[in-house]
């Protein structure tokens, strides 16, 4: 392939330049792998349907993508953007909102704050939207910010607790998080053979540590023991 383009000067060849082309295999901790992979596979796009690796490669992709961000989670990114304050409030949208609490939220509010959140959000849209004070936010903590300020909160008090549970979302994908450093630590060069649930076991007793220092190592080797006669 590489040769074709530099028959038809797409290409340039030089010391270090175009002598060889790969797909960009994906990590395990770092995301921004995923970007560099695809990138590769639209780079050699013709190459890889002609060695029939293409399929294998999205497919590949999409799992991954899949698992990182699957429908319910994208569902709710997009819910919460109805809250974004950015480029004059433009995805703001009642009813995804209140689509946002009923979904998510549903044991945060009462049946009757439901019905006065949707009333509080009519209100809203006139009055903190249109706020010379309000205007050129562009974050959901600067927005939530300048309602404590304004006093707007204390008007607007369940919109206020629907803004803060959505800003505690970072928050809920810590462990993940966590999960993808100690990977980093725990799957080295020696361990990277090892099968999958070999090195998730390794991970959740590296992880969380602080439990497994509870468990006494005699408790270890009796469960052991019990599991099948050993010498």
């Not at 392939?1 to 330049?17: A, C, N, Q």
């Not at 009642?94 to 609490?101: A, F, R």
């Not at 404590?148 to 803004?163: N, P, R």
Request: aromatic fraction near 10%; hydrophobic fraction near 40%.
């Amino acid at each position: 392939e590489i040769e074709r383009l530099i028959s038809i000067d797409e290409f340039y060849t030089g010391s270090g330049v175009n002598q060889i082309g790969t797909l960009q295999r994906a990590g395990d901790t770092r995301w921004s792998s995923h970007f560099r992979s695809v990138s590769s596979l639209l780079r050699l796009y013709n190459p890889t349907c002609t060695v029939d690796v293409f399929i294998a490669t999205i497919d590949s992709q999409l799992q991954e993508l899949n698992i990182r961000f699957n429908e319910h989670a994208v569902e709710l990114i997009i819910l919460s953007s109805a809250l974004n304050p950015t480029d004059g409030y433009r995805s703001f949208d009642c009813d995804k909102i209140c689509n946002l609490v009923e979904k998510f939220y549903p044991l945060d509010f009462t049946e009757q704050e439901k019905i006065l959140l949707k009333c509080q959000l009519q209100h809203y849209q006139f009055d903190v939207i249109n706020h010379l004070d309000m205007q050129n936010l562009c974050t959901i903590a600067g927005l939530c910010q300048k309602l404590v300020e304004t006093g707007k909160s204390k008007i607007y008090y369940l919109i206020d607790i629907l803004l803060r549970l959505v800003l505690t979302l970072p928050v809920s994908t810590v462990t993940t998080e966590r999960a993808f450093s100690a990977m980093k630590i725990i799957k080295t060069r020696l361990r990277s053979k090892m099968e999958d649930d070999f090195i998730t076991n390794c991970l959740v007793v590296y992880i969380e540590h602080a439990i497994a220092e509870k468990i006494s190592v005699d408790k270890i080797i009796d469960d052991f023991y019990d599991m099948k006669k050993r010498r």
